[in-house]
């Protein structure tokens, strides 16, 4: 039955489609098929508004988004409307293939009213605004109750340092079945990527992550030294947190997979987490010797140059980015909207995961962005894996860090 | 040279007339694929690495500057020394273990076609599939590899850990390798006349200078084969590695000159470095190949 | 017993130490695959629980049936493009005298040693730009233009027919096309037959371009990079990536036994001899 009545949906379309000269756009997003769907909802509310639209939604997952995107623009063939993430930005307008919606938003000046002005700053460029936020994600720590419970230790409050973080990490580390090998890590984290984890731990002890403009990259000061040996000890010294290849066992979520009593992570673990068989609530970042810190990142709308209906893009870009369109992209609880109305409302706050969903906002107050430049995702890679050489115990910590500015300056001067 | 032995008719046909149509059509697309598939691509290859081009905005000439790079980018270097270590050790044991499987195989033994499909059975299998399942053998503390070591009361090994990891690895490409190396060898085995063997046994020639005098050098031009062929496996291997060392951010713990090729190229979009990457795998294969070609004159036909 | 019986027995438990690491793996696979959730990290190879569950769960999470069929297709389009091109030039080279053939048959097989990542660049670029990319022909198209490996192959072969069949049928007035269609393939089928699974193995296993192709798309992709998808969705799941691994592996060492006797021959037929 299920598959007659799609048939005679797909027949209905066909023919709507026929009937009207409509106009057809896509918009494309990297995500899971149920962010797929909650778009696809979303779709369907603006075209009941703008009957001569129709919209495509086309998700894939991460890696074959970027991949196919590339592929898509380059033959000239782009989705009207994509998905950006803030830090490759810079990859893509300075590439010339987004299309300014400076003249659009001038006529409609009060569209921008009302959005948080962290989020509007990484899509803000000299030549225009070729970018407009879609929602926003900062880091929070998450931890398993049932974990803390069992070992008679009070939950993470907002007063707790980074020794703190580290003590209750290693206090939670055990070995369960007493077989020899640890089956419960205190935290857990890849190590990689600046975002979850290390940004934040680095902006906390006083420090400064990269400066793309000098082309320079600064994870070797003093202050961000004493942040990254923090993470060493934990994982070298303490024990506490699972080396990769133990992580590769459970599954790369050591939260998830509740084998670690702590992660950090942002509002798009939120539904994965929903589903687990433990207890769990968030809390802030700890802080460090210079105050707390966490990172801002946004995903945002561009509009490809080479789009051939950018007045229907424009359109859909504009719905999305409106309180009716960020209400419902609230709803799906991947994300916090980057409007302050929606975001403190009840379509926000008052989601099915009982957690403070305030806590996310309110961690603007401390939050840097996450940067946004040309090349970041080959810098990413290349500090990612000389860090990665630290957490093996391959290289000291010094070294590691030397090798991570060397290889990062070096993505960064191939991207000039 | 069996590889390419003159034909052993002695009148070939020659064609004639409207003959002549049919060998072009029946090389057409033989042809084709060398002039677009193969030296097409190499000559835009080449032609690429003198650009800087990300696919999006127009090429800009770079001159030899992706070249001059090179031993600059040390991710690159890393994936050099990583695939010149990993070919090192591949390519011997690879044709020695081979060559050890398949004259054992060459007796008479009860079963042996069962160790035919056994032996053979790794070669067959989709490296992608075996890949993980080698994963779960290596894995750190529940893996199969260190459950028994814990079990005969060892210490677990870190497989897939910076230190063992090109060992790990160059044990899986062997292990899938061994298959198709016997086969032939042990074709170029059963193509040694027997009376070979009894002439030797009646010079009273031990089983040493049997395989010294006799065996290997029959099979010098398998071995020769063997060893070009594996070498140029092992500079081209993927499958395995890129599974078994995949890291959480889409790199790989271990990176080879082809998985780095393949990141320049398809994840960063700098097909020119990429394409000169690809360029100096090229020539290392050449040179390696030349070098085989010299060293199999030097020591003479197989006799 | 005589030495050279002892040496047998020595050689006979050397070889089964071997075929035991050789063919092990793929038991601990299968018996993984049979375990369930809860048991995965229990060491026995035997199951204590023996269940299936994991496979209809794999076609829950993922359409494998449409990769295997993906894969399949794929795999059977290039045998076939490679059956007809590599052996047509193949006859042309073992049969017909022609000016630079020894040449070109040299230059063919000098491309044995250029590597798939130098020509993956270009024919990229050439098929994004026929608009083919994200389609499954980028894969099977090149199987079409020939190959040094099956050209070499059938070439071998077809040099052990007696020439004289083919100048009888010439004398007869038989064309080039009508000699190759009618004599040289149907006396070469067990050469087609080991060429066919080394063409479809190839094409089965691939993943480096299914990988540059077709990155993602479930339905259009082939098991390989489904594997290599699963892979970081499912990290951790171990009997459901065993089962998974499993399937791919299955069809190919089905085959392979079925059909032992040609993939042995046919690697022995590239006449090392």
């Known amino acids: 039955m299920k598959l007659r009545a799609f048939a005679a949906t797909a027949f209905a379309l066909a023919l709507s489609t026929m009937a009207h000269a409509e106009t057809t756009i896509t918009y494309a997003l990297w995500g899971s098929p149920t962010e797929g769907e909650v778009w696809a909802r979303i779709a369907r509310a603006f075209e009941a508004l703008h009957p001569d639209i129709k919209v495509n939604i086309q998700v894939a997952d991460w890696d074959s988004y970027w991949e196919k995107l590339k592929v898509q623009v380059a033959g000239g063939t782009p989705p009207d409307v994509f998905a950006m993430d803030a830090p490759l930005f810079q990859d893509w307008q300075s590439r010339g293939v987004l299309l300014d919606m400076k003249p659009f938003i001038d006529k409609d000046p009060t569209i921008l009213d009302g959005v948080y002005p962290i989020t509007l700053k990484a899509y803000t460029t000299a030549g225009g605004i070729f970018g407009l936020p879609r929602d926003f994600q900062t880091i929070v720590l998450y931890y398993n109750k049932d974990m803390f419970d069992a070992a008679k230790m009070p939950y993470p409050t907002d007063t707790w340092t980074y020794d703190d973080f580290r003590a209750a990490a290693k206090k939670l580390t055990l070995d369960k079945n007493g077989d020899g090998t640890i089956d419960q890590w205190g935290f857990w984290d890849g190590g990689y990527d600046m975002e979850p984890f290390w940004g934040a731990l680095v902006w906390a002890y006083g420090g400064e992550v990269v400066d793309p403009a000098a082309g320079k990259t600064l994870i070797s000061s003093p202050e961000a030294t004493a942040a990254f040996q923090v993470l060493s000890d934990m994982w070298l010294t303490d024990k506490s947190m699972p080396t990769t290849e133990q992580l590769k066992q459970f599954s790369y979520d050591g939260f998830l997979s509740g084998v670690a009593a702590m992660g950090m992570s942002g509002h798009w673990s939120v539904p994965d987490y929903a589903a687990v068989a433990f207890h769990w609530d968030v809390a802030p970042m700890p802080m460090g010797p210079k105050g707390r810190a966490t990172s801002v990142n946004s995903a945002g709308f561009v509009i490809a140059k080479d789009s051939k209906n950018p007045d229907a893009a424009w359109a859909f870009v504009k719905y999305a980015f409106s309180d009716a369109g960020q209400t419902e992209l609230a709803k799906i609880g991947f994300a916090v909207p980057v409007r302050k109305s929606v975001a403190e409302s009840p379509a926000y706050l008052g989601q099915a995961t009982k957690i403070d969903h305030g806590l996310y906002v309110k961690a603007l107050d401390y939050a840097h962005l996450k940067p946004v430049f040309k090349g970041y995702e080959e810098w990413s890679s290349a500090v990612g894996d000389a860090l990665a050489t630290v957490w093996t115990g391959e290289n000291s910590l010094a070294d590691g860090l030397a090798a991570a500015v060397a290889d990062g300056d070096a993505a960064l001067a191939k991207n000039k | ?303 | ?273």
Not at chain 2, 72 to 99: G, Q
Not at chain 2, 184 to 191: D, E, R, S
Not at chain 3, 131 to 157: D, E, I, K, V
Request: net charge positive; proline share 6%; with cysteine.
């Open chain 3, 1 to 273: 017993m005589t030495r050279e019986k002892w040496g047998d027995v020595l050689v006979f438990v050397a070889l089964t130490v071997g075929a035991v690491a050789m063919i092990g793996p793929f038991f601990w696979m299968i018996s993984t695959s049979l375990k369930p959730m809860a048991e995965q990290f229990d060491m026995r190879l035997i199951p204590a629980t023996l269940t299936v569950e994991n496979y209809p769960r794999l076609f829950r999470i993922m359409p494998f049936h449409l990769m295997i069929w993906n894969s399949f297709k794929i795999a059977a389009i290039s045998v076939a493009g490679q059956l007809l091109t590599c052996s047509m030039a193949a006859f042309i080279f073992a049969v017909v005298r022609f000016p630079g053939r020894d040449l070109l048959f040299v230059v063919l097989l000098v491309t044995l040693m250029v590597p798939v990542q130098v020509t993956a660049i270009p024919q990229f670029i050439i098929f994004k730009w026929l608009g083919l990319y994200g389609t499954q022909a980028p894969l099977y198209a090149p199987a079409f233009l020939g190959g040094a490996f099956g050209t070499f192959l059938m070439r071998q072969y077809f040099q052990t027919i007696p020439i004289e069949l083919a100048e009888a049928a010439r004398i007869d007035g038989a064309s080039l096309s009508r000699i190759f269609f009618t004599i040289y393939l149907p006396l070469s089928k067990p050469a087609l037959a080991a060429f066919a699974i080394f063409a479809f193995l190839f094409s089965w296993n691939d993943l480096f371009s299914a990988l540059i192709y077709l990155p993602s798309d479930p339905e259009k992709t082939t098991l390989t990079v489904g594997l290599a998808l699963f892979q970081t969705q499912y990290g951790g799941q171990w009997t459901l990536m065993m089962a998974a691994s499993l399937i791919s592996v299955a069809p190919i060492i089905i085959a392979f036994f079925l059909a032992q006797r040609h993939f042995i021959e046919g690697i022995s037929m590239s006449g090392f001899k």
């Open chain 2, 1 to 303: 040279m069996p590889l390419w032995r003159k034909t052993n008719n002695v009148a070939d046909l020659r064609p004639l007339g409207r003959e002549r149509w049919w060998v072009l059509a029946f090389l057409l697309p033989t042809l084709l694929g060398l002039i677009l598939g193969t030296f097409g691509s190499i000559f835009a290859t080449i032609g690429i690495s003198f650009f800087n081009w990300d696919l999006l905005t127009p090429a800009i000439p770079a001159g030899i500057s992706n070249y001059v790079d090179l031993p600059a980018d040390r991710l690159f270097m890393k994936s050099l020394v990583n695939t010149l270590v990993f070919s090192a050790l591949y390519v011997p044991l690879t044709v020695v273990l081979s060559l050890a499987v398949a004259m054992g195989m060459n007796r008479k033994l009860w079963g042996i076609s069962a160790f035919r499909v056994a032996y053979f059975l790794p070669t067959v299998s989709s490296p992608t599939a075996v890949g993980l399942l080698w994963t779960w053998i290596y894995a750190e503390d529940h893996g199969t590899l260190n459950a028994m070591i814990t079990a005969m009361g060892g210490n677990p090994v870190s497989w897939l850990g910076p230190k063992m990891a090109m060992y790990s690895v160059v044990i899986v490409n062997v292990w899938g390798a061994i298959g198709g190396g016997m086969i032939i060898f042990l074709a170029g085995l059963q193509a040694i006349p027997k009376d070979y063997y009894e002439v030797a046994r009646l010079d009273g020639a031990t089983a040493w200078q049997r395989l010294r005098y006799v065996t290997l050098p029959a099979l010098a031009p398998s071995i020769f084969f063997q060893a070009v062929l594996t070498t140029i496996n092992a500079f081209q291997a993927f499958d395995y590695i890129y599974i078994l060392t995949r890291s959480g951010n889409g790199n790989s713990t271990m990176p080879t000159l082809v998985f780095s090729i393949y990141r320049t190229g398809f994840r960063f979009f700098r097909m020119g470095d990429a394409a000169a990457q690809a360029v100096v795998l090229t020539l290392i294969i050449f040179a390696m190949t030349a070098i085989y070609f010299h060293l199999q004159k030097r020591w003479g036909e197989p006799g």
